[in-house]
C-alpha cells in the first residue's frame, strides 16, 4: 500500500513535468521495475547541472580544516557546459591569483608568483587540490560521472521526515574511477541533493558530502554549502560556501586557454 | 704360539705404538707418491675446489661489504632519529624541534649529526610534470655523516642561491636523481618548477635552477628525488620548527648499540624539557640494521651461503678423492693381506689408509689456499668490472650496488674453508678404510 501511495505521490509531482514522462513511467510502474532509467539519468543529469547551468560565474569561498591548521580561501569561479572550467584564488594574499584551468580532462595550476603554467600529470590526479579534500581527480571525474556510472534509484520514500530519493551509482567496468559505489539523497520535492556518499571498492564509506543552505537561483534550488567530510578523519573536513552564482552568463570557449590563464593576474 | 706369548707380543705392540706412528706417516707420505699423476690429479680437484670456495667467500664478503657501506655511508649513516607518525606515514608536520639536535650534539661530541627534511611536490620543467619527492640536508654538516653530496654523475654540487629571478625570489640550486633526470629530459643549468603544498596549507611554489643529477643513492631517490639545501626547503615549505630526520654518525661500529642506548635514552629526557606534540608520535633512534632489514637479513645469510655452498663444492671435490683411495686401496690388496699375514694390527692400516688422505688433503689445502690468495688478490684489486653493460651499477631488493664487484677475503672465512675442506675429504675417506679393516688375509693372497 505504502509503496503504491509513494507512485502515485510520485505521478502527481511528475504531472508538472513533460508527459513523456509520465508515460515512460506509466509503462515501468505496469511491469512493476522499480525505477525508470529516464527518471534517474534525469536526475543525475539535474544534479550535475545544478551549480554550473550552460555557463555560469561564482564567488566562493573554501574553508579547510585539517588537524595541523583552517584556512579559508575566497575564489572566483566561471564554467562551460561540464568540460571548462576556471578558478582563480582571490584571497589569502599569500595564494592570490592562483589559478586552475581544467579543459576536458586536463588540469593546468597557474602560479603568479613564479609566472608559470604548470600541468597536473595523471600520476598527481589523486593528490590534493589546492590543500582542500577534495581531489585534482574529483575535477575532472565530476564532468564523466554520467558516463563512468550506471545509476538507479534504490529507495524512495520518506527518511527522517522528508521524501527522498537514493540514487545508488555503480562504475561500469572499464570505468577509471577511484569510487567503488557513491550514494547520492535527493529530496523529492524540490531535486535538491542532501547528501552524497563516497564508498570505496571493499564498500567501505570513505567519505560524505552534505549539501545545505538551499537558495532558489533561475528557478532552480541551488545548494549554497557543500561540506566534505572525510570519514576517517572526523576532525577535518571542506566546506564551499557560495556566494553568489549567475547562470548563462556570455562566456567564449577561448576564455577558458592558458594565454587567459597567464593573462588575468 | 703360546699366550704369555702372545701377550707379550701384545705389551710390544703397545710400547711401540709412539715410535711407529712417525714411520707410519713415513710410509703414508711414500704411499701417496707411488702413483704421483693419480695422487696429482686428487690434489688439483681438491684445490680448484677450494680456490672456489675462497674466491665466493671473498666474493660474498665483498657484496656484503659493499651493503653495509651503501647502507650507511652513502644516505643512511648510522643511526637515524624520526618521529613515529613520519615513520608511519611521512607525516609533514611530525618534526623533532631544533633545540633537541643542538642538545644532542652537545651531549654527544663524538658523533656526528645532520638533520634532514622530506615533503612530496610536483615538478615541472618546460616540457614535462611528474611527482616528486623532496629531500632537503644541511650542506655543511652532511659530508660529515654520509657521502651523498659527494656522489655527483655530472654537474657541479651546490645548493646555494644560483640566481635572483626579475620579481624578485631567490633561485636556489637543487640537485635530482639520475633516473629522474632522464625521465623529465633535463640537464644541468635547466630550470624546475616545485609545487607543493606548504606546512600552512598555501600552495608552496618556486622556481630552481638544476645544478647537478647525482649518482643512484637508493632507488626511490633516483626515480623521483629533488634534493635542495634546508634553508630552500624552509622557504617552500614554511615548515620552520623542526626537522624530520637526524642522521648520526658514529665513530667506532662496536660502540653503535650502546650510543643508540643513550641516544633514546637522553631524548626521553628531552622530552620532559621540552615536550613533543601528541600527533607527531614517540621519537625513534634506529640504527642501519633496522632502517635496512634487507641488508641486516643479507648478512646474516651470506654466512650460510658460503657454508652450504663451499659444502656442496669440497663434496664433489672429495669424491675425487673417494675414487683415488679406493682405487689406491683396491690396488694393495694383496700388500694388505701380507702385511695382515704377517702381524700388521688392522687399525693401524685403517690409520695408514686415512693418514695418506689426510696428507692428500692437506697438501691440497695448501695448494688451494695459496693459489687461492693469490687469484684473491687480483679479485680485490681489481674486482669483476659490469660498468660497461650496467654503468650505474645494479640494484637489488631495494640497494644499489657498484658495477665494479670487489671480493674481500676474511682469514677466518679462508681457515674455515680449508678446514671443512680437510673434514669433508677425511670423513669421505672412511669407506676405503673401512674396506681394508674387513680384509681376508687369506682370501687377498690367493
Known amino acids: ?265 | 704360539m703360546t699366550t704369555a706369548q702372545a701377550s707379550s707380543l701384545q705389551h710390544s705392540t703397545q710400547a711401540l705404538a709412539v715410535t711407529r706412528f712417525p714411520i707410519l706417516l713415513f710410509v703414508a707420505w711414500r704411499n701417496i707418491w707411488r702413483n704421483p699423476i693419480r695422487s696429482s690429479l686428487t690434489i688439483s680437484a681438491l684445490a680448484s675446489g677450494l680456490i672456489m670456495v675462497i674466491l665466493y667467500a671473498s666474493m660474498l664478503e665483498g657484496m656484503t661489504r659493499q651493503l653495509v657501506h651503501f647502507a650507511t655511508d652513502i644516505s643512511t649513516s648510522h643511526m637515524q632519529v624520526h618521529r613515529q607518525a613520519f615513520i608511519d606515514d611521512q607525516d609533514l608536520y611530525a618534526t623533532l624541534p631544533w633545540s633537541y639536535m643542538q642538545q644532542l650534539k652537545q651531549d654527544f661530541p663524538a658523533v656526528k649529526v645532520s638533520p634532514r627534511l622530506y615533503a612530496a611536490g610536483l615538478a615541472s620543467s618546460t616540457t614535462t610534470s611528474t611527482g616528486v619527492l623532496i629531500k632537503a640536508v644541511a650542506p655543511k654538516t652532511e659530508p660529515d655523516v654520509t657521502q651523498m653530496l659527494q656522489h655527483v654523475r655530472h654537474g657541479e654540487l651546490n645548493l646555494g642561491i644560483a640566481d635572483i629571478t626579475e620579481n624578485g625570489f631567490q633561485r636556489y640550486n637543487l640537485v635530482i636523481g639520475a633516473q629522474l633526470a632522464k625521465n623529465m629530459k633535463v640537464n644541468p643549468g635547466d630550470e624546475l618548477v616545485l609545487v607543493t603544498q606548504a606546512a600552512d596549507g598555501s600552495i608552496g611554489n618556486a622556481l630552481y635552477r638544476i645544478a647537478a643529477v647525482l649518482k643512484p643513492l637508493e632507488p626511490n631517490f633516483d626515480r623521483m628525488g629533488v634534493l635542495m639545501s634546508i634553508e630552500a626547503y624552509q622557504q617552500l615549505m614554511y615548515l620552520q620548527d623542526g626537522f624530520h630526520e637526524l642522521a648520526i654518525k658514529v665513530d667506532e661500529m662496536k660502540e653503535l648499540n650502546a650510543i643508540q642506548q643513550s641516544v633514546t635514552n637522553r631524548l626521553d629526557q628531552l622530552k620532559k624539557i621540552k615536550p613533543l606534540d601528541e600527533l607527531g608520535g614517540e621519537a625513534v633512534v634506529r640504527n642501519w640494521r633496522q632502517l635496512s632489514p634487507a641488508v641486516a637479513d643479507m648478512l646474516e645469510m651470506s654466512k650460510a651461503f658460503v657454508f652450504i655452498i663451499g659444502f656442496i663444492i669440497i663434496s664433489l671435490a672429495s669424491l675425487g678423492m673417494l675414487n683415488t683411495m679406493l682405487m689406491a686401496v683396491h690396488e694393495r690388496t694383496h700388500e694388505f693381506g701380507i702385511l695382515l699375514a704377517i702381524g700388521m694390527k688392522r687399525r693401524w692400516l685403517l690409520v695408514m689408509v686415512l693418514v695418506e688422505s689426510f696428507f692428500l688433503a692437506l697438501v691440497s689445502a695448501v695448494v688451494g689456499s695459496l693459489i687461492g690468495l693469490v687469484i684473491n688478490d687480483y679479485f680485490e684489486k681489481y674486482g669483476i668490472d659490469f660498468s660497461r653493460s650496467m654503468p650505474d651499477g645494479y640494484d637489488w631488493a631495494g640497494l644499489v650496488f657498484e658495477p665494479v664487484m670487489k671480493g674481500y677475503l676474511l682469514p677466518g672465512d679462508l681457515l674455515m674453508a680449508c678446514l671443512m675442506m680437510i673434514i669433508v675429504t677425511m670423513l669421505a675417506s672412511l669407506i676405503p678404510s673401512w674396506r681394508t679393516v674387513r680384509l681376508k688375509p687369506a682370501e687377498v693372497m690367493r
Open chain 1, 1 to 265: 500500500m505504502l509503496i503504491k501511495y509513494n507512485k502515485i505521490n510520485q505521478l502527481q509531482q511528475a504531472s508538472s513535468r513533460n508527459t513523456v514522462y509520465i508515460f515512460s513511467f506509466l509503462f515501468f510502474y505496469i511491469i512493476s521495475l522499480p525505477a525508470s532509467a529516464i527518471e534517474v539519468d534525469a536526475l543525475i543529469q539535474h544534479i550535475d547541472e545544478l551549480w554550473r547551468g550552460n555557463t555560469s560565474r561564482a564567488n566562493m569561498t573554501m574553508t579547510v580544516k585539517t588537524r595541523r591548521y583552517q584556512r579559508t580561501m575566497t575564489m572566483e569561479a566561471w564554467s562551460r557546459g561540464s568540460e571548462y572550467s576556471l578558478v582563480v584564488i582571490r584571497q589569502p594574499i599569500k595564494d592570490k591569483g592562483i589559478a586552475t584551468l581544467k579543459v576536458k580532462e586536463n588540469i593546468w595550476n597557474y602560479l603568479p608568483k613564479i609566472n608559470r603554467v604548470t600541468k597536473v600529470p595523471s600520476s598527481m590526479m589523486s593528490g590534493s587540490w589546492m590543500g582542500s579534500h577534495f581531489t585534482n581527480d574529483d575535477l575532472v571525474k565530476e564532468s564523466t560521472f554520467k558516463d563512468d556510472y550506471t545509476s538507479n534509484i534504490s529507495f524512495e520514500g520518506t527518511r527522517e521526515g522528508k521524501k527522498i530519493y537514493e540514487i545508488t551509482s555503480i562504475p561500469k567496468a572499464d570505468a577509471a574511477v577511484v569510487w567503488g559505489k557513491v550514494v547520492t539523497i535527493m529530496e523529492q520535492k524540490n531535486l535538491s541533493p542532501l547528501y552524497a556518499l563516497y564508498y570505496d571498492e571493499e564498500g567501505v564509506l570513505i567519505r560524505t558530502m552534505t549539501f545545505d543552505q538551499p537558495r532558489k537561483i533561475d528557478k532552480r534550488i541551488v545548494p549554497m554549502r557543500l561540506t566534505l567530510q572525510p570519514e576517517d578523519k572526523p576532525e577535518e573536513s571542506t566546506i564551499f560556501i557560495y556566494k553568489d552564482i549567475e547562470f548563462e552568463v556570455p562566456l567564449k570557449e577561448g576564455f577558458f586557454s592558458l594565454q587567459n590563464l597567464q593573462r588575468r593576474k
